[in-house]
């Protein structure tokens, strides 16, 4: 602790102090003009930062004056007994800020840190704050951000050498660096800023209409939507759990044949997918290729809301192309293996029976269009949408 002087507590000489630092004529620019206290107390800090540092200090350049009421303020006392930045036994990965700080930088560390000794109070600020969280995880940016940020090191403390003139070799070598990777960073904010987040999970979702039905390239969605695979992975979680999506997995038995690992998708509203087509009449989706795929969606929407809740619904497919559109494990152990199929004719694939016993039906169903009920082939049954689900239905 070293005491000092009376006058460097004047008003008038810190005053003098600060402006003559910044270059300016007065300090209203700075919202400190009718602050005594404030000017006080930065002139006498700044007297201090230049008797130790013994040089000019150009990188001081402006002052701010933070709002008291802008922040709650929590004591030494409170910060030690909730443990926020330090732990009484000095291990400090269990306190808040240890538990939280998966920071990068040394400069995001105190970043968090100042924000967790110093929780803003202002709900617009907060909601700003939270918002661009959000955009960060939403569109998975933050993981290519990491990325950059562990080339940048610590350009606070590297400007302020190089300001100071004391920068070593190795500063400016990080500086190097990290002014190189500035450009990448800038264009990963830049490109959140081109499109928002409903606009680009609507175009997903009429992406995903045009391959209703079809196991997906998550790169080629990617590319298309300029944001990375994962990305799009977690796009399309969101709506699956929106319910807007269906997700189904495919048959993961061990039937020792190359088997089709990806799922499938459908836009689970039939009307919703019609109109992300762009189809606006019966006729118009009689012409369409999606026709075939769009009565597939709709009756495995309809079969599975009459499931029991421990059923478990698959597709199956082979790498050779056979394949079941749903397979239904019951509770009771059976499954049931249904082909859905549009029109009033279907016909078996040649590989139906095979597929049937890759999965152990014991049940096996072909849904279609018409409204006759009959069997067909080895234990083979051709039942109308309707028919099947009160087959469910009564167990």
Same mark, same amino acid.
Request: glycine share 8%; net charge positive; charged share 25%.
């Given at each position: ?5 009376? =006058? ?15 270059? /300016? ?9 009718d ?5 006080i107390?930065?002139?006498?800090? +700044?007297q ?5 540092q013994? /040089?000019?200090?150009?990188h001081?350049?402006a ?12 004591d ?7 443990e ?7 291990? #400090?990965?269990?306190?808040l ?7 990068? %930088?040394p ?6 840190r100042r =924000?967790?000794?110093?929780p ?18 939403? /569109? ?9 940020f562990? $080339?940048?090191? #610590?350009?606070?403390?590297? +400007? ?10 190795r500063d400016? %070598? %990080?500086?190097r ?7 990448e ?5 830049i490109s959140?800023?081109?499109?928002? +987040? ?7 979702? /009429?992406?995903l209409?045009?391959?209703? *039905?079809?196991?997906?390239?998550? $790169?080629?969605l ?14 399309? &979680?969101?709506? %699956? ?9 495919? =048959?993961?038995?061990?039937v ?13 509203? $039939? ?23 769009? =009565? ?9 809301s009459?499931?029991? !809740?421990?059923?478990? !619904? ?7 192309g056979?394949?079941?559109?749903l ?8 499954t ?15 590989h ?5 016993? #890759? ?9 279609? *269009?018409?409204? #006759? ?5 080895? &234990? ?16």
């Amino acid at each position: 602790m070293r005491k000092r002087a009376p =006058w460097h507590f004047e008003r008038d000489s810190a005053y003098d102090l600060l402006t003559g630092q910044f270059g /300016t004529r007065d300090l209203g620019g700075f919202g400190i003009e009718d602050e005594p206290a404030a000017i006080i107390a930065a002139g006498a800090l +700044l007297q201090y930062a230049q008797e130790t540092q013994r /040089t000019a200090l150009p990188h001081l350049r402006a002052i701010q004056m933070e709002n008291p009421h802008g922040h709650l303020h929590l004591d030494a006392t409170t910060r030690r007994n909730l443990e926020l930045l330090h732990h009484p036994e000095g291990r #400090d990965e269990h306190t808040l800020a240890g538990i939280m700080d998966s920071t990068v %930088t040394p400069m995001g560390g105190r970043l968090l840190r100042r =924000w967790i000794a110093e929780p803003i109070r202002d709900r617009q600020r907060l909601q700003l704050r939270h918002n661009s969280i959000g955009v960060l995880l939403d /569109t998975r940016l933050f993981e290519t951000l990491r990325g950059h940020f562990r $080339s940048v090191g #610590d350009i606070e403390r590297i +400007l302020a050498r190089v300001a100071l003139g004391s920068a070593r070799p190795r500063d400016l %070598t %990080t500086l190097r660096q990290a002014l190189g990777v500035l450009p990448e960073i800038k264009a990963g904010l830049i490109s959140t800023e081109r499109e928002p +987040l409903p606009v680009r999970l609507r175009r997903l979702w /009429t992406m995903l209409a045009h391959l209703q *039905g079809e196991t997906i390239n998550y $790169s080629k969605l990617a590319s298309n939507l300029e944001v990375d695979a994962k990305t799009v992975s977690h796009y399309i &979680d969101i709506l %699956t759990e929106l319910l807007l999506v269906r997700r189904l997995e495919p =048959w993961h038995a061990n039937v020792k044949k190359r088997l089709v690992k990806s799922p499938r998708y459908y836009v689970r509203d $039939s009307g919703i997918l019609h109109r992300l087509l762009g189809i606006s009449s019966y006729d118009a989706l009689l012409s369409n290729p999606v026709l075939g795929k769009s =009565w597939e969606g709709f009756a495995i929407e309809n079969i599975l809301s009459v499931l029991h !809740s421990r059923s478990e !619904s698959y597709f199956y497919r082979t790498a050779a192309g056979a394949e079941v559109d749903l397979v239904i494990k019951m509770p009771s152990s059976e499954t049931w293996a249904i082909e859905i199929k549009y029109g009033v004719a279907p016909k078996i694939g040649k590989h139906y029976s095979q597929t049937c016993d #890759d999965v152990g039906a014991t049940h096996k169903y072909i849904v279609y *269009g018409g409204n #006759d009920e009959f069997a067909v082939g080895n &234990d083979v049954k051709i039942i109308s949408l309707t028919g099947l689900m009160k087959r469910l239905r009564s167990g």
